[in-house]
């Protein structure tokens, strides 16, 4: 009996250009939303957007959350607001935390909820994914993709540069997330989609192809990388997991997070990690330098000190990245200092 099935949710609208914010309450209201919209921010991108989001919802008489940190407290605290001010919808305003957090509080309300990215920063602007740090460890948590994105390429592209930069890294690190995924399912049997590793492979490669047209100050280099962040946000949900878009780079960035918290970035972190486990798979005639080179194409570190963190920092995080999340990748069991040492070393990351 044919037995197979498959549910992929994706967003309905997603705006990508100068000036779109502008036409955010079009898009809700084609949606068919009600009530009252509680908008999910964090500081600087409420200060930036905040009242540019509200005054279009004027006549619904808009709510506004801030949060700082991407936590299960700060998820309680929106939970709460919105049941509280009798909420319809949310808004998501910022980079990937308030975007996260908003992703898992509709989900825990049972309410829609938009994306409005100020930083071209990760791939979870479409995903159906939220990734939340708690304790030792990192929940990546199914949860509804927003119903519309709405990404304002004049914002992002007045967003640091470094944002910009870990998008681009976060989507140069799918070639070895997909890589991970293949080798989970060859000695794993984890459940694999051609379709979705495809989409996550082919998005890699034409952000490298575009890497050229890729410059601090230009409106085009937002556009090309939101564009392949949605991209790839689409294969997670294609997949129905992280998995096209986080192997054991993503790992050693998670465990970076940990060990040297606020150092760098997570899509530098992603970047400087694929370069090490593209060594690790395909060993020094392998792709890695092209990594490498891709990554500094861009402006986004390469090393160590690059990233602000300390060699040791590297090796332990490497060490134990495994430990973070039940994800077989490259990392197996766990690699020993001797061999991360030689594989840090090899690449130039320390
Ligand atoms: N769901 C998923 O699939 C994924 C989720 N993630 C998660 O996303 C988070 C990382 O995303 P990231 O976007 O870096 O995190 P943040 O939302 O923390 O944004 C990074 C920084 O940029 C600031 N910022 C945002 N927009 C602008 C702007 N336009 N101009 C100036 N500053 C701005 C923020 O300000 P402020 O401090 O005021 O907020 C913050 O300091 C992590 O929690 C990570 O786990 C990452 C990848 C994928
Ligand atoms: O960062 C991500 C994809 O780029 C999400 O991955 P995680 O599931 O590892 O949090
Ligand atoms: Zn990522």
């Not at 946000?233 to 192997?247: D, E, L, N, Q, T």
């Amino acid at each position: 009996m044919f037995d197979k099935s498959t549910w992929i949710k994706l967003p309905r609208n997603v705006l990508v250009g100068h000036g779109v914010l502008d036409q955010l309450g079009e898009a809700v209201d084609e949606l068919y939303l009600s009530g009252r919209p509680l908008v999910v921010t964090s500081p600087t991108p409420n200060e930036l957007a905040g009242d540019r989001v509200t005054e279009q919802f004027a006549a619904d008489d808009p709510a506004t959350v801030v949060v700082e940190t991407a936590s299960f407290e700060s998820i309680e605290r929106v939970i709460d607001t919105a049941e509280r001010e009798d909420a319809g919808y949310l808004i998501a305003l910022g980079g990937g935390k308030p975007i996260d957090i908003a992703k898992m509080a509709s989900d825990h309300l049972n309410l829609g909820f938009v994306a409005v990215p100020t930083a071209a920063s990760h791939d979870g602007i479409v995903s159906g994914r939220s990734s939340i740090p708690e304790g030792d460890t990192r929940h990546s948590v199914a949860a509804d993709p927003p119903l519309a994105v709405v990404a304002d390429t004049e914002i992002l592209a007045k967003a640091p540069w470094e944002l910009t930069t870990a998008g681009c890294a976060d989507i140069i690190s799918n070639y070895t997330a997909v890589k991970d995924w293949r080798l989970a399912h060859r000695l794993k049997n984890v459940e694999y989609s051609e379709y979705a590793g495809a989409l996550s492979e082919l998005t890699a490669e034409m952000l490298v192809d575009s890497a050229d047209s890729i410059k601090k100050g230009h409106e085009e280099s937002a556009w090309i990388v939101t564009k392949a962040l949605v991209s790839s946000g689409v294969a997670m949900s294609i997949a129905g997991s992280s998995r096209p878009a986080s192997g054991a780079e993503h790992l050693f960035s998670h465990q970076l997070d940990r060990i040297a918290p606020g150092k760098a970035i997570h899509g530098h972190q992603v970047g400087v990690g694929s370069i090490i486990t593209e060594f690790l798979h395909s060993g020094e005639k392998g792709q890695w330098s092209d990594i490498r080179a891709a990554l500094a194409s861009i402006d986004a570190p390469t090393t160590a000190s690059e990233l602000g963190v300390s060699d040791q920092e590297v090796i332990e995080a490497l060490t134990t990245a495994h430990t973070i999340r039940d994800r077989y990748t490259i990392l197996g069991d766990g690699i020993t200092e001797e061999a991360a040492i030689e594989v840090a070393t090899a690449t130039g990351v320390i």
